[in-house]
């Protein structure tokens, strides 16, 4: 892994505010409605949070359409900044996809305020340089599900006032 210049750069703008985006990364009801490639999901059992500097996150990917393709995902939280920012080492192992070997990538993802309650992701990824193109055709399928998650959650909390429920 280096720490030079990253590999993979993505900034996004979602239409939820930045509380909300938070959370879509650091509670695990919230990251198993839309980790992953389409086709993908996580197992609610196989998610674990410690979210602080210091602590972690841990879960497994699962592929529909080949469930032995088990992603086992472990970030070690080196940075926390309550809705602001997570900066970890990411560690990928498991049973992968062909052709991709377990590696490890250090992961900044900062959250930032604009304009009418919408939110800007900043994400950093150091990856090894074959991998970023599928880590961002990755994210962007990600995005796409988290778009949708964070467009029925943003609906129902608006009918209900309340930001603390969460549908998938």
Known sequence: MTTGTPQLVISRVFDAPRDLVYRAFTDPDHLAAWWGPIGNSLPRDEIEFDVRPGGFQRW?????????????????????????????IMHVSGRLPEGIEPFETRLRVEFHDEADGRTRLEIRQWLPEHLAHPSAEGWRQAFTKLDATLTNVHAVATDHREVAVWQS
Request: no cysteine; glycine share 10%.
């Open 60 to 88: 497994t990917e699962v592929n529909a359409s080949n469930p032995g393709l088990r992603v086992r995902i472990h970030v070690d939280l080196t940075d926390v900044a309550d809705g602001e920012l997570l900066d970890g």
